[in-house]
Every structure is written in structure tokens, then in C-alpha cells.
């Protein structure tokens, strides 16, 4: 087994191009392509050619006395490096007061001692030759400018920063990550090979992950962007170390019963499987919600990480067993088998916080619930920032490009927006350009307009050049773009240009876009991972009442731990705002990655509850869950903290609020707030489920003469799941052939529909069949499954023949015989 994985990364590694050249950091920071600003600039491209560059903004503020003098100079110089024979590759043209005399009013400041030179560039900005051509303009510009300050700024000089930011931070992470984990394994396990067996684990995941993710992004089926493999880093660290914590802290207490290894790793396995597949299930399911947003920076961010979790789940099963087993006894080095399996029992401090729990139930549960709501007021400073720039926790020359420009032409100027009508008649001629121009100088918050409307190809697209007087990357901007839309749509009318198409382009309507895709992508993706972990926790409990209050919980930390994070990086650190995906990111990680470690406690409750009353199950629960659980909220708190040493706010924020909500969810949440729940609950925490005592098994089908009967309980688990999933899939299939397909239903759609329902059916009436011979229908809750999983059949004949009858499947047509001609 451990062979097979080295080479399966070994092999995947040399097929797999390097992840960084397939990155896509580009369209995680648009709006969604059906948006009015996407429309509005792919209408610019298509009307006037050659706009779609993307431009270097340098600006040059003069020095001395006569510092207008100095910057035109400047300007001079700079401009004649720009256009000669030996200017940069990607440089496309060079706009200036020295190439465009006209637009001086655009190009200088009112001061006169500042002016801009626009520096389109041809190529994508992840390309690293556009890249390296970004720092020759750059290096030219210092160069020529003399005396007088200059920076690149514009977006190709953000994207360029952006791309030196993340890779000066990624080396940095991961050796601190490795670190950092090991350092806490040596801590924990005391003992080197063991402390390196997680790690092991997590590189070949990675590896595997990696190399895989690469094929599947060279090939266009899933996007990966710098900051996606920057949290896949940490979160295979944390989820891989979890894992491991988990089976080799159950190998050794079954050490304590079962000397023999190979036997003690099995039961291990066995009994941790189901708590560790429905863990490593939340987290994969979570990460597919996300595919239900229509926002890129969502849509794309699931898959990749979804892969990397089941890898390591998959690796946590199979590497690292095998490697523990061929490490022998010599794993536990230099404390031994025996001190190992000794310290499996649970530590003092887990006892007396379980005396705790059983002592005051009630009033636990009140000071925590209490304690949260505190950090939860916190979210009364909540507000998020769309600005790229100031979300750099490192000096950037964009950066200060940005300031220069907001200080010298007003901050507006530093991202224009454009106004894009379109008629269905020419424009060309007429009063209505100059009309809707004059409206849009008039609209509120609209610094200046450009001098000349500009028009398309087609002489029916005019374009406007709106410099706002707020900051555009500001909420208050953003608001702005719908009251400019109607204010020219408005003008439109009143010039006679009836039913016009009125759209906004530029960075503070694509962010406006972004806002409205990221609020309603949100409360989506927020209440389907709900309903995932609800679903979850009910097939892992067999319960309707657990799932209610953990998830309640679970809503509680995630309230407290945005406030806590909105008040540390807001209000002290004096971040701009919350990143503006971060919230969405943060429910979607603590949720999934919090609910863990209460599937890990309330399994082994269940587990408990066989041999012991609930009061005694869910100390038994905590005592010896205690230790390990919270080892792995430490470590995955931790590799989730390294973010924090990335120069990116979002990132920054990020890793601050996950490190801070598993710590809450590791030392209040799981070892105090649910089991004083659990208590006050007793008998019914796991309602509608029973407590029950396991009393010596008996045969529930006597063997026959002939052979060996079917064990009983395997055969009723088997058929649950079968009807569940028979279920649950023909359902899913039903909605969505009805919902996506039924409109443009053809006769072969359905015809495969049909087979395949066939084929699961026959196989589900067989077990039905098989179940009811061996059994005799004792099946209890399981005939309930069976009525429901019998539905989907009836109704798919209904589908059948409701698609014949609307003509959508015609009947088959006989075809003519064939024609039997006699052999001569």
C-alpha cells in the first residue's frame, strides 16, 4: 500500500504540468459573466478595437519649485523610451501629453505639477513575459524620470504585484506550516516516527492532489487561483494531521485490550471509519456547494479543495495504517507500546471538565451561549472593502501609485467608469450624445465627464468617460451605479432615443456586480451547506433532534468568531473592511471543518451509549475523546494561523478567523457547550433513537442445514443504504429531468433515463426480495426506506408516460419489414 502511493504520485508528477502555470488568478476577481458590466465590456471590445489591452498607469509628480516644468520634462523623457524601437515587449502604444496634446485636461493635474502617462500593454498579465515587461517600464520610467517621483500603477501594475506578493509568501507558509506541525506532533506523541507519520501522509496527499488538480486544470475542467492552493496547503495539513490523530489515538487504545497489532490497527480503523467518512464527507459536499454561485471567486474555489479532502481521506485510511504497522513497535520509540496505549486512557484535566459538565449542566450552557453573543457583538463594525491595493499588507509600487494619483487628481480618477449607451439607430448625428452627456455631468457624485463622447463602429454605441468624486472601490461608490444607469437611460429618453441599452463598465461597476453575486451567492451557499451538515449529522446519528442543536452551535460560533474577526482586523488593526469574499469563505470552512469534532465526540456518545447510561456515555465520551480532539483543533488552528503570515488581507483575515473559531470550537464549543446540552437532554438527545444496552447477541437467523445464514446486521445496513440511495439518486434525477431537461426532452434522453432506472431497479428489488426471504420483513425502520425508495420507480413510469403523451417521446415507429428477394 505504501508503494502503490509513492507511485501513484510518482507517476502523476511526471505527467502533471507545475500548478503555477495553470493558474487562473484572473477571473476569481470578476463579476459573473452574464452581469450588466461584463456585457457593457464586451461591448467596448467589440466596438472599439484595441481597448481590450490593459493598461500601465504611470504617474509622475514633479520636484522643486517649477515641479510642473519638472514633470513634463519627465513626462518627455519617459514618453520617448515608451515609443521608440527599444521599448518593452507588450507595450502597445504610449498616451501622454506629448502624443496627445488634447487630452492635457485628462493627463494633468490641476496644480499642473503631476501627469499621467497610459501605457497600454498587449498579452495577459499571468503571463510571466508580460510580467517581466510590467518591471522593464517600470525600470525605464525611474530612469527617465529625473528628479521627479514616479510609480506604475494601473491594473497591469496591480496584477504584476499581485502575482510578486503571493509568490514571495507561499515558500514562507509552507515551510512554517511543516514546522509548526511537527513541532506540535513531537509534543503530542513523543515520539519522532510517529510525529513524522502525519506528515508523510500529508506530502504524498499533497503531491497526489497537486498533480491531479494541475491535469484537471490544464485540461478546462476546474480553476485554480494562488490563493486556492495557498488554503489547500493548510487545510490537507490540518484535515491530514486530524485524521491521523484520530485512527492512531484509536490504534492505541485498542493496544490496550489486543496485543497484536495488525488486529489493533483494524479495529482502529473499523471503529473511527464512520466518524472520519462523514467528517471527510462534509467537508467534500461543503466544498461542491459552492458550485451553485454564480460569482467565479466562489464557483471555481470548490472542486480543487474538494479533491484535495478526499485524497486525504483516502490516504488516511490506506498509507497511513500500512505505514504505522511496518514501523512496528519502533514507532512509539523511545516511550514504548505500553506507555502509548497507557496514555489513551485520558489525562486528569478531561475528568474534572467532564465533573464539570455533569455538575452544572445548565449553567455551563448559559455562560458559553453568553460568552459567544459578547464576541458576537463585535459584527457592529462589519463592512467589507472591494479595494485590491489596500488589502496588501506589503509595500506595493501600485500602492503608492494609487495614493499619488488619488492625492494629485482626486480619487476618483484612479478607475474611471464608463457609460455605454447603445440605440438601435445611428447616433452620430443629432443633440442626444451631448444631452445625456450633460445629465450625467449634472448626476450626483460625478466628478467630471469626458470631454467627447466616443463612439463605436457601428455609429449606434456611445461611450462616456464618468470620473466619480468618491473613492471607487468604496461602498458608497458602488451605490452609485444604478443611479447613473437611470440617469442616462433618463436622458436617453429625453433625447428621443427610445428603448436604448444603458450599461456601466470599469472596476467600481464590476465590483457594484461582484456585491450583488456575492450577496445573493452567500445566503445560497450558506443555507445548502446547512443542509448538507444537517444531513449528514442525521445519517451518521440516526437522529432528528442532535442535528438541530449542533447546528445551532455551529451558527453560534460562526457568529462570535466573525465578530471577534471584524473587531481584531477593523476596529484595532484598521483594516479597510472584511474582504469581500471572506465571509462566505469562513462559514463554508468552520462549518464544515467545526462540525468534525462534533461528529467525533457524538459517535463515540453513540458508541458509549451501548454499554453505558447517557449521563455516563457522555463523560466516558469527553474523557477519552478530550485529548485527541483537541490535539487536532490545536494543529488544524495552527496550520489555519499561517495564513496570517501571507501579505494578503483576505488571507490574513481568513486564517485569523479560522485559527479563532476551531480554537472555539476545540476548547468551548465540543468540551463544554454540547456535552452540557447532551446532558440536559438525557434519554432524548438522541431523539427519536433510544437508548439501548447491548445484551450477548443471538442469532437472529439460525443456520440452516445447508450453509451459513446471512448475518443479520449487515444485511439490514446494507439494505438501508441501498434504499436511501435508491432513493434519494432516482429523486435528484426526477427534479432535475423535470426542472433542466423537460423543456428540450428528446426521445433518446428519455430512453436512457429509462435504462439506467431499470438497471438500479432490478438490483434494488433483488435485495428487497433477498431481504425478505432471510428476514421475514423484520425490518423495522428500514420498511420505511423501502415505501420511500419504491416512489421513484411509479414515478418515473408517471414521467414516462406523461412525456408520451405531450409528444416530448413519440411512440416508436415501426420500421418495414424487409423485403425477401429468392436467391438465384
Not at 432524548?684 to 437467523?701: D, F, G, I, M, N
Request: hydrophobic share 50%; glycine share 8%; net charge neutral.
Amino acid at each position: 500500500m505504501v508503494a502503490f502511493w509513492v507511485l501513484v504520485a510518482g507517476l502523476l508528477a511526471g505527467a502533471a504540468p507545475a500548478l503555477e502555470s495553470v493558474e487562473d488568478n484572473a477571473s476569481a476577481n470578476l463579476p459573473p459573466a452574464a452581469s450588466d458590466s461584463m456585457k457593457a465590456r464586451d461591448l467596448v471590445r467589440a466596438q472599439r478595437p484595441g481597448q481590450d489591452a490593459t493598461p500601465a498607469v504611470i504617474v509622475v509628480r514633479g520636484a522643486g519649485a517649477d515641479a510642473g516644468a519638472s514633470a513634463g520634462e519627465a513626462v518627455t523623457r519617459i514618453t520617448s523610451a515608451l515609443s521608440g524601437p527599444a521599448r518593452p515587449d507588450h507595450v502597445a502604444s504610449v498616451i501622454s501629453t506629448v502624443t496627445a496634446p488634447a487630452a492635457a485636461a485628462e493627463l494633468v493635474s490641476q496644480n499642473r505639477g503631476a501627469q499621467l502617462v497610459i501605457v497600454p500593454m498587449t498579452g495577459s498579465p499571468s503571463d510571466k513575459s508580460f510580467q517581466n515587461a510590467v518591471d522593464e517600464v517600470r525600470a525605464l520610467a525611474a530612469e527617465r524620470a529625473g528628479p521627479a517621483e514616479v510609480a506604475v500603477t494601473g491594473p497591469a501594475g496591480i496584477a504584476t504585484d499581485t502575482v510578486k506578493v503571493f509568490s514571495g509568501g507561499d515558500k514562507v507558509m509552507l515551510l512554517a506550516t511543516i514546522l509548526l506541525v511537527l513541532v506540535i506532533l513531537l509534543a503530542i506523541y513523543r515520539s519522532p516516527l510517529m510525529a513524522l507519520v502525519p506528515l508523510l501522509a500529508v506530502g504524498v496527499a499533497m503531491r497526489v492532489a497537486e498533480t491531479a488538480g494541475a491535469l484537471l486544470a490544464d485540461a478546462g475542467i476546474i480553476t485554480v487561483s494562488s490563493q486556492t492552493a495557498s488554503i489547500m496547503t493548510v487545510l490537507l495539513f490540518g484535515v491530514g494531521t486530524d485524521y491521523a490523530l484520530i485512527i492512531t489515538a484509536r490504534y492505541r487504545e485498542a493496544l490496550l485490550d489486543e496485543p497484536d497489532r495488525a488486529r489493533a490497527m483494524r479495529t482502529a480503523v473499523s471503529r473511527t471509519a464512520e466518524s472520519v467518512l462523514a467528517s471527510a464527507s462534509t467537508i467534500v459536499l461543503a466544498m461542491f456547494a459552492l458550485l451553485v454561485a454564480a460569482s467565479p471567486a466562489l464557483h471555481g474555489f470548490g472542486p480543487y479543495l474538494a479533491l484535495g479532502v478526499a485524497v486525504m481521506a483516502l490516504v488516511a485510511f490506506t498509507f497511513i495504517p500500512a505505514l504505522v504497522l511496518l514501523l512496528g513497535g519502533g514507532v512509539f520509540w523511545p516511550g514504548g507500546v505500553a506507555k502509548a496505549a497507557e496514555r489513551s486512557r485520558g489525562t486528569g484535566i478531561w475528568h474534572r471538565i467532564a465533573a464539570l459538565v455533569a455538575r452544572a449542566p445548565a449553567r455551563v450552557v448559559t455562560a458559553v451561549v453568553a460568552l459567544l453573543m459578547v464576541m458576537s457583538a463585535g459584527l457592529l463594525g462589519y463592512h467589507e472593502s472591494f479595494n485590491t491595493l489596500s488589502g496588501f499588507r506589503a509595500s506595493t509600487e501600485s500602492e503608492r501609485g494609487q495614493r499619488l494619483v488619488q492625492e494629485q487628481f482626486g480619487p476618483g480618477e484612479i478607475a474611471p467608469s464608463t457609460v455605454v449607451v447603445q440605440s438601435r439607430d445611428d447616433l452620430r448625428s443629432g443633440t442626444a450624445p451631448a444631452d445625456i452627456a450633460a445629465a450625467l455631468a449634472r448626476a450626483e457624485n460625478v466628478s467630471r465627464v469626458g470631454q467627447h463622447p466616443r463612439f463605436g463602429e457601428d455609429g449606434r454605441t456611445v461611450f462616456y468617460d464618468v470620473v466619480l468624486d468618491l473613492d471607487p472601490y468604496s461602498s458608497k461608490a458602488l451605490d452609485t451605479i444604478g443611479p447613473l444607469e437611470e440617469t442616462a437611460r433618463g436622458a436617453a429618453d429625453a433625447a428621443g432615443v427610445k428603448d436604448a441599452t444603458v450599461l456601466v463598465a470599469g472596476e467600481t461597476a464590476q465590483n457594484a456586480d461582484i456585491r450583488s453575486a456575492l450577496d445573493r451567492d452567500t445566503t445560497l451557499i450558506m443555507l445548502l451547506v446547512l443542509a448538507i451538515v444537517t444531513a449528514v449529522l442525521i445519517l451518521l446519528l440516526r437522529s432528528l433532534l442532535a442535528p438541530l442543536y449542533l447546528v445551532a452551535t455551529l451558527l453560534l460560533s460562526f457568529l462570535a468568531t466573525l465578530g471577534a474577526t471584524t473587531f481584531f482586523t477593523v476596529t484595532v488593526l484598521g483594516d479597510e473592511g472584511i474582504g469581500n469574499r471572506v465571509t462566505a469563505y469562513i462559514f463554508v470552512f468552520l462549518v464544515a471543518l467545526g462540525v468534525d469534532y462534533n461528529i467525533f465526540i457524538m459517535s463515540r456518545f453513540k458508541q458509549e451509549l451501548r454499554t453505558l447510561p447517557p449521563a455516563k456515555a457522555i463523560s466516558a465520551a469527553l474523557t477519552r475523546t478530550g485529548g485527541v480532539v483537541s490535539s487536532a483543533g490545536l494543529i488544524l488552528a495552527a496550520t489555519f494561523g499561517v495564513l496570517m503570515t501571507q501579505p494578503i488581507r483576505e488571507l490574513f483575515q481568513f486564517g485569523f478567523a479560522m485559527a479563532f473559531g476551531i480554537l472555539l470550537d476545540t476548547f468551548l464549543i465540543r468540551p463544554l457547550l454540547v456535552p452540557a446540552i447532551v446532558r440536559l437532554l438525557g434519554d432524548h438527545a438522541l431523539w427519536p433513537a433510544r437508548p439501548r444496552r447491548e445484551t450477548p447477541p443471538a442469532p437472529a437467523v439460525a443456520p440452516s442445514a445447508g450453509g451459513t445464514a446471512i448475518p443479520t446486521g449487515r444485511l439490514l445496513r446494507a439494505f438501508t443504504w441501498i434504499a436511501v440511495i435508491e432513493a434519494c439518486t432516482w429523486g435528484g434525477l426526477l427534479i432535475g429531468m423535470y426542472f433542466k431537461y423537460v423543456p428540450k426532452t428528446t426521445e433518446l434522453g428519455v430512453r436512457i433515463f429509462g435504462t439506467l432506472h431499470g438497471a438500479a431497479f432490478i438490483a434494488y428489488v433483488a435485495l428487497t426480495v433477498l431481504v425478505a426471504i432471510r428476514l421475514k420483513w423484520r425490518l423495522g425502520r428500514t420498511t420505511l426506506f423501502a415505501l420511500l425508495a419504491a416512489i421513484p420507480p411509479f414515478m418515473t413510469v408517471a414521467f414516462d408516460t406523461w412525456a408520451r403523451r405531450t409528444g416530448r417521446l413519440t411512440e416508436p415507429t415501426p420500421a418495414p419489414a424487409p423485403r425477401l428477394t429468392p436467391s438465384p
